[in-house]
């Protein structure tokens, strides 16, 4: 409700200042029970499941507008929605609201999906789209924007955000400006340690890496995962101390300022595996690990089964965590066991002699 009630008082100043505003609901929209009953001023025109066209109020003389809009009436649209669409009114800039899926994106699911060639020869002169969270725009006949959000939440709604200012000129051409908004920028940060060999030097890697993307980064403040990656004798040591390394990680973005690292990521190897020293048992029992434990079918069979238990205890919209498909599923729960590997590994470190890395 807290949500709610902020979008109602940011509606209200923007009729107050003689803003209208035109809304459509989309598939969460169409579940929220609080976003339904919410009681928006009269400056506000909330489209109904079938589709309008308003004009808006303009001066005599000026170019007329008239926008288009159409809410979803449930929370799943599995087909288009454009042939609910009016056609374009003849002597009017058209304007188009619709949430859609468009042609689809990874990680999304499928909504209203519309054809970006049947958009342009609607008729419509611009087309607003939501839904995708990663900003788009197409020019043709019609221009067509998915404007994306104001503001990313996690690391998958990286990169800055912005919004739309679309102006509609006296000769009835459309002009789209990208507007920055976002306040934090998520980013993914790389950080190569290869050949490494010193603990200051990785902290001297990190802080390069951070200090490359603070300058990058056009919101004002940066917020990174350190994905740290490379072939190092301190691979272990890093997975052991990995609480360190955060606390180094945050040292280094604090004197940047407004830069913070939301997580480390670890990729690293140990070259010892690969180079043939046998010597330390450690590597030994790596080898063992990998050879004898994680590449059986066995191991492999018994992987799957723990996953489709924890799978059954999950509710329903975290299922997918654990893979999509039986092939997903047996990809994550591989890495997962490897990585996990070299956790059990880096802690039966924890009791050399701190010099000793190998």
Same mark, same amino acid.
């Given at each position: 409700? &807290?949500?709610?009630?902020?979008?109602?008082?940011?509606?209200?100043?923007?009729?107050?200042? *003689?803003?209208?505003? @035109?809304?459509?609901?989309?598939?969460?929209?169409?579940?929220?029970?609080?976003?339904?009953?919410?009681?928006?001023?009269?400056?506000?025109?909330? !489209?109904?499941?079938? %589709?309008?066209?308003?004009?808006?109020?303009?001066?005599? *003389?000026?170019?007329?507008?008239?926008?288009?809009?159409?809410? @979803?009436? &449930?929370?799943?649209?599995?087909?288009?929605?454009?042939?609910?669409?009016?056609?374009?009114? %003849?002597?009017?800039?058209?304007?188009?609201?619709?949430?859609?899926?468009?042609?689809? %994106?990874? *990680?999304?699911?499928?909504?209203?999906?519309?054809?970006?060639?049947?958009?342009?020869?609607?008729? @419509?002169?611009?087309?607003?789209?939501?839904?995708?969270?990663?900003?788009?725009?197409?020019?043709?006949?019609?221009?067509?924007?998915?404007?994306?959000?104001?503001?990313?939440?996690?690391?998958?709604?990286?990169?800055?955000?912005?919004?739309?200012?679309?102006?509609?000129?006296?000769?009835?051409?459309?002009?789209?400006?990208? $507007?920055?908004?976002?306040?934090?920028? @998520? $980013?993914?940060?790389?950080?190569?340690?290869?050949?490494?060999?010193?603990?200051?030097?990785?902290?001297?890697?990190? #802080?390069?890496?951070?200090?490359?993307?603070?300058?990058?980064?056009?919101?004002?403040?940066?917020?990174?995962?350190?994905?740290?990656?490379? +072939?190092?004798?301190?691979?272990?040591?890093? $997975?052991?101390?990995?609480?360190?390394?955060?606390?180094?990680?945050?040292?280094?973005?604090?004197?940047?300022?407004?830069?913070?690292?939301?997580?480390?990521?670890?990729?690293?190897?140990?070259?010892?595996?690969?180079?043939?020293?046998?010597?330390?048992?450690?590597?030994?029992? +790596? $080898?063992?690990?990998?050879?004898?434990?994680? #590449?059986?079918?066995? !191991?492999?069979?018994?992987?799957?089964?723990?996953?489709?238990?924890?799978?059954?205890?999950?509710?329903?919209?975290?299922?997918?965590?654990?893979?999509?498909?039986?092939?997903?599923?047996?990809?994550?729960?591989?890495?997962?066991?490897?990585?996990?590997?070299?956790?059990?590994?880096?802690?039966?470190?924890?009791?050399?002699?701190?010099?000793?890395?190998?």
């Amino acid at each position: 409700m &807290k949500t709610a009630r902020f979008l109602a008082d940011q509606l209200r100043r923007l009729d107050e200042a *003689g803003i209208q505003t @035109f809304i459509i609901r989309g598939n969460h929209d169409a579940l929220s029970k609080i976003t339904q009953e919410l009681v928006l001023p009269a400056g506000v025109k909330l !489209y109904r499941g079938r %589709a309008e066209a308003v004009a808006i109020e303009r001066p005599r *003389g000026e170019v007329p507008i008239t926008i288009h809009g159409l809410s @979803f009436a &449930k929370p799943h649209a599995p087909e288009s929605l454009l042939p609910g669409y009016r056609p374009p009114l %003849a002597d009017a800039v058209n304007i188009g609201l619709m949430h859609t899926s468009l042609a689809g %994106a990874p *990680g999304h699911d499928v909504y209203a999906p519309s054809n970006l060639a049947d958009l342009q020869a609607h008729g @419509f002169d611009y087309w607003a789209l939501g839904h995708i969270h990663l900003r788009a725009a197409h020019a043709g006949s019609a221009t067509v924007v998915m404007a994306g959000m104001p503001q990313g939440r996690d690391i998958n709604e990286a990169g800055p955000k912005s919004v739309s200012l679309v102006t509609v000129l006296d000769d009835r051409s459309i002009r789209v400006e990208e $507007r920055l908004t976002s306040i934090a920028e @998520f $980013r993914r940060v790389a950080v190569d340690v290869s050949g490494l060999s010193e603990w200051p030097d990785v902290v001297a890697a990190i #802080g390069q890496a951070l200090r490359a993307a603070r300058t990058d980064t056009r919101s004002p403040h940066l917020v990174a995962r350190l994905e740290i990656a490379g +072939a190092t004798p301190l691979a272990w040591r890093m $997975r052991r101390d990995a609480d360190l390394l955060k606390a180094e990680a945050d040292a280094a973005a604090a004197g940047l300022g407004d830069a913070h690292v939301e997580k480390l990521v670890l990729g690293v190897d140990n070259p010892a595996l690969t180079t043939g020293d046998g010597a330390d048992p450690l590597v030994e029992l +790596a $080898r063992l690990v990998e050879s004898e434990v994680l #590449g059986t079918a066995g !191991y492999r069979a018994t992987l799957g089964e723990w996953a489709g238990q924890l799978r059954g205890q999950l509710p329903a919209e975290l299922r997918d965590l654990l893979g999509v498909d039986e092939e997903a599923a047996a990809r994550l729960m591989e890495a997962l066991a490897a990585d996990g590997a070299e956790d059990v590994l880096a802690r039966l470190q924890a009791d050399a002699p701190p010099g000793d890395v190998g």
